[in-house]
């Protein structure tokens, strides 16, 4: 039972890092628009252009 | 002459030496449009920053100072197919954005304190083979996690609390903060005496529980202040004002001060009050006094904001705000109006005054009947204070704010704004509406009445040759026309209306007089006195189109289906008789009154209320404000003038007047949520409270017991958003 009195502790401490990292978030304004948020996240306006689609092999018909 | 455009007004320099300013943008819907402005506004060199907030509409702008302008980025804006107005943050929506922030940091402290004494008591609950000292340690750890979380997560409770018992009255957070002190010292003193049961869970959870109710409550306020606030930045209102005697610029009204000289145009709304100085015109008040009919202006009129310009071009010296006769004599009634609203008690503040003394009472007399019946203080205090724990209003601090929220948020989607908080309260009982006919039950702009009679050919040519004319009635020609491409080579006659020529036939559009057509005129006014007319003719052709303001499309169906809802509707109008019974006769209205005064609208909602009425006033005239604020409860739509809209408890917007009957729909269903919800919250006290009183109440049921009202409350809540829809 004494491993408790280092774990019970660790659990809150990790908790309250939990808690400081949302004030954080909260701090620096990461909450204020949640719409834009959810949509930023699957634009692709950070990825480089795609090279030019090869051209497809004309097929010669005889 | 010299046009500019300074928007210095809007520009913050920030700190660090760059330039920063806020727009209201119309349009912004998805993702793709968020990079399109984005992107589009970072090509601009020197543009440090452009960041779309798409849950608000807005975009921010940072720039090194120097040569850029604000006008540039709202013609980028435009170029890229954008609306877009700087706008200043209102004072209260500042504030309300302070409060949800604060709000969300007390959730989040009472959040982490819910969850990790809950992971402790949960311990301490299935831990039946735990030595008394493993306990104390988890009871103690519990308090040291409670009580600084409970000290900073209250401070809403704490405060509002205060407040009223400062004023000797009570509210909701009066039981809840004795109830948390209570609980947690009680608690406390039990953990130093070694006891088996502390109740910090209860006392953190119940604080999660109320600040995400009132989180919400707050979120949806600021949202819909929001948009308000975006709606009116859109209007852009703006006055061309002298800089110099040569030179004018477009500033925005905010800018304008008394004593500056503006020029108003014909066809241009007046931002400002003021006296003209120079020039002659006809000037249309509608908004003003409900009067349709126009007034002659020259050197020496008063002209208020909200006033159309019709046909000459106008100087105005801007007066400071209530200096003109009829400006004061509605400030005046207003603030009487305002003074004379008798305070309405909230339901919640009505159920609290019940419930304080009753549950106060039961843990009283618990206490005293352990006594009674000889057990120790000890154990007596303690099973009273389980009684309190039990009884603190969880579900009751919930019942009212969650369906609020819900029904705000469904109110939102169906085009109405809440102003005030019991706007819902007070428009569920409403028994009687008054509507003010002009701009209210009719639309704001003009339109054609007569278009069918016209050939369609003929109504595009004439709607082509309006587009070069500022005139409004000519205006509303090319609107109904749907006109997109201008003649060229229009010339204008200023007073009497536009000409060209087209395939070699003059084409005019004007006054009859002009077009040679009095003889149609006389005949299309004989008919309909109140009727704006504008002559069009081709060659040897003419015609008249006869222009007014048009009934909202679905106006005689809303006022059906408020009706049927047993509500009597009652039109007050300041415009003339024939006017207002026209409209009343088309929409069967039968209860009518015309050219009424502020003083005299007022003193009939005053004898409805008398007569035990609940009035609903909607209207948007200035002359509408004193009897906006001396209903019940009152509505305008969002085309009103600003002192309408801030005296009013709910804002519609649309064309249409379906909104007025969503918000009764919304309201009525609201309401009997909400005392469903407060019976509910009864019927859990009627339960868990005989378990306290024979001190069965462990923390386990406790917390059981109010996580489980909890819910239930809130999920009938969620019934608030489904209200049969339409006229039915």
């Keep these: 039972m004494e491993v408790m009195v280092i774990l019970v502790p660790l659990a809150l401490a990790l908790g309250l890092l939990g808690l400081l990292a949302f004030l954080w978030s909260l701090k620096t304004g990461q909450y204020d628009d949640l719409e834009g948020a959810a949509w930023r996240a699957i634009a692709d306006d950070d990825l480089p252009p795609l090279p030019p689609a090869p051209t497809p092999p004309q097929i010669e018909r005889g | 002459m010299l046009l500019t455009r300074d928007f210095s007004h809007y520009v913050k320099e920030l700190d660090s030496g760059i330039s920063h300013i806020d727009l209201a943008v119309e349009g912004v819907n998805c993702a793709g449009c968020m990079s399109k402005i984005e992107r589009g506004l970072s090509a601009i060199p020197d543009v440090t920053l452009a960041r779309v907030n798409l849950t608000d509409r807005r975009l921010a702008i940072e720039w090194k100072p120097g040569v850029l302008e604000p006008a540039q980025f709202i013609d980028r804006l435009a170029e890229l197919g954008y609306k877009a107005y700087p706008f200043e943050p209102l004072r209260v929506e500042s504030m309300e954005i302070e409060r949800s922030k604060f709000l969300l940091r007390c959730l989040g402290v009472a959040a982490f304190g819910a969850m990790n004494v809950m992971m402790l008591s949960v311990g301490v609950w299935a831990g039946s083979d735990m030595t008394p000292v493993t306990r104390d340690f988890f009871h103690w750890l519990s308090a040291l996690v409670a009580l600084p979380c409970a000290a900073y997560a209250g401070q809403p409770f704490f405060q509002s609390a205060w407040q009223a018992l400062r004023v000797r009255s009570v509210n909701m957070d009066v039981p809840i903060t004795i109830g948390v002190i209570l609980a947690l010292g009680m608690s406390l003193v039990e953990t130093i005496n070694h006891a088996e049961h502390a109740y910090f869970d209860a006392a953190v959870m119940l604080l999660t529980f109320l600040l995400a109710g009132r989180f919400l ?369 088309s929409l069967g209205v039968t209860v009518w009154r015309a050219g009424v005064t502020p003083a005299d609208k007022i003193a009939h909602i005053e004898d409805l209320k008398r007569q035990g009425r609940k009035v609903m006033m909607v209207g948007d005239g200035m002359n509408d404000a004193p009897s906006l604020a001396a209903a019940t409860v009152s509505m305008s739509p969002i085309s009103a003038t600003h002192l309408s809209q801030a005296t009013a408890d709910l804002v519609f917007l649309g064309k249409e007047l379906a909104p007025v009957l969503a918000a009764v729909d919304y309201s009525r269903k609201a309401m009997s949520l909400m005392r469903e919800n407060l019976w509910l919250a009864v019927g859990y006290n009627i339960l868990a409270v005989p378990i306290a009183i024979v001190g069965l109440a462990t923390p386990l049921i406790a917390a059981l017991a109010m996580s489980g009202s909890s819910l239930l409350v809130m999920l009938n809540a969620m019934r608030a958003r489904r209200v049969r829809r339409g006229f039915t």
């Design chain 2, 217 to 585: 409550d707050q979120k949806m306020r600021q949202r819909t202040r929001a948009v308000a606030g975006n709606l009116a930045a859109l209007k852009a209102e703006t006055a061309t004002k002298f800089v110099s005697p040569e030179e004018i610029s477009e500033v925005p009204i905010a800018a304008i001060r008394a004593g500056d000289i503006v020029l108003l145009r014909p066809g241009e709304r007046c931002a400002v009050d003021g006296i003209v100085i120079e020039g002659r015109s006809e000037i249309d008040q509608s908004l003003i006094t409900g009067e349709t009919l126009h007034v002659h202006a020259e050197r020496g009129t008063q002209v208020y904001a909200g006033t159309l310009n019709m046909s000459g071009t106008l100087r105005v010296r801007v007066s400071a705000a209530a200096e003109g006769t009829l400006l004061a004599e509605i400030t005046r009634l207003l603030e009487h109006a305002l003074q004379a609203r008798s305070r309405y008690v909230k339901l919640a503040d009505r159920a609290s005054r019940l419930y304080a003394p009753v549950v106060h009472a039961t843990a009283l007399l618990t206490m005293l009947g352990w006594v009674a019946l000889g057990a120790g203080w000890h154990d007596a205090i303690v099973t009273a204070i389980a009684v309190l724990i039990i009884t603190c209003p969880c579900a009751l601090g919930l019942a009212i704010p969650a369906v609020q929220t819900v029904a705000a948020g469904a109110m939102f989607r169906a085009g109405v704004l809440l102003n005030s908080g019991d706007a819902i309260e007070r428009a569920a009982g409403v028994d009687t509406i008054v509507f003010d006919k002009t701009g209210t039950l009719t639309l704001p702009e003009l339109d054609v009445v007569n278009a069918a009679s016209v050939p369609e050919e003929v109504f595009q040519l004439a709607g082509r040759l309006a587009l070069a004319s500022h005139h409004p009635v000519a205006a509303a020609v090319a609107r109904a026309a749907q006109a997109k491409a201008p003649l060229r080579d229009v010339v204008e006659q200023p007073g009497h209306g536009v000409r060209a020529i087209v395939d070699g036939v003059e084409l005019r559009l004007g006054s009859p007089v002009f077009c040679d057509a009095e003889r149609q005129a006389s005949e299309i006014l004989g008919q309909d006195p109140e009727v704006s007319v504008v002559a069009f003719s081709r060659g040897q052709e003419r015609y008249v189109f006869a222009v007014r303001q048009l009934l909202r499309p679905d106006a005689a169906a809303a006022i059906a289906a408020l009706r049927s809802r047993g509500i009597s509707i009652e039109l007050l109008s300041g415009d003339r008789e024939a006017a207002v019974r026209h409209a009343a006769e």
